[in-house]
């Protein structure tokens, strides 16, 4: 499309595909070349913090953290964050396809936890009923998950660049679930015990409740002096 229109090429982000396929073995050698190809095409990348290679010989630009703006929540939700008086933990794993053991709840009762619908489907495909767990709180459907994080204390949730930078930006400490089957996923690992206060969860951990709540969070402050916040700012102009 770029090469029709006679336009410039700009990567704006933290990996490439070429780089995702790099662990799989000759299956993938046709795709990793075409992408690699593709990459080397651009003109410039704008390059993410918690960044693969991408080393697609073209210039670079550097930037830090890139949040977004908040949103305004719907005064009925925003009043159930303000009124409660336990400690609120956001639950995100979109896109894995997780679903949560609504009884698993029972277990952290300390705590209000914000859980998008599409965690709470049971088996039949419908939401479980919220009788007796006033310790959750439904995401409307309406509401980012990100426009609510400036409530809570701390996150449960995969790793992922936009949750990740978001919630450094919030000095949330994340419970990160690790994936080992995507290569982005340590790189980001990696970037998160650099950066904010964590801990790092298998997915028997999240299975089986064990979701260290009740532990101290990891931290290195040190480290955390050095990030910059204006990502977004930088990379617009």
């Given at each position: 499309l770029a090469k029709e229109l006679n336009c410039r090429i700009i990567w704006f982000g933290n990996f490439g595909w070429d780089d995702i396929y790099s662990p799989f073995g000759?299956?993938?050698?046709?795709?990793?070349?075409?992408?690699?190809?593709?990459?080397?095409?651009?003109?410039l990348i704008i390059r993410c913090p918690f960044s693969l290679g991408m080393n697609w010989g073209l210039p670079e630009r550097e930037i830090g953290i890139t949040c977004?703006?908040?949103?305004?929540?719907?005064?009925?939700f925003l009043k159930s964050l303000k009124l409660s008086k336990r400690p609120i933990v956001m639950i995100a794993f979109g896109g894995l396809g997780y679903s949560l053991d609504i009884n698993a709840f029972s277990r952290w009762s300390d705590y209000l936890f914000v859980v998008p619908k599409s965690l709470l489907i049971d088996s039949s495909g419908k939401l479980e009923t919220l009788k007796d767990k006033d310790n959750i709180l439904l995401l409307p459907d309406n509401v980012r998950m990100l426009d609510a994080l400036v409530h809570c204390s701390r996150i449960i949730t995969k790793p992922g660049y936009s949750t990740f930078c978001e919630s450094i930006g919030h000095s949330l400490g994340v419970h990160a679930v690790r994936r080992h089957d995507f290569i982005e996923s340590e790189i980001l690992i990696d970037g998160l015990k650099?950066?904010?206060?964590?801990r790092i969860l298998d997915k028997n951990d999240l299975i089986e409740n064990n979701w260290q709540l009740d532990k101290e969070l990891f931290s290195n402050q040190a480290s955390k002096l050095k990030i910059k916040f204006d990502g977004a700012f930088k990379a617009a102009s």
């Open positions: 000759s299956a993938f050698d046709k795709f990793r070349s075409l992408y690699h190809q593709q990459y080397s095409s651009g003109d977004s703006k908040i949103r305004e929540l719907p005064y009925y650099k950066y904010t206060k964590y």
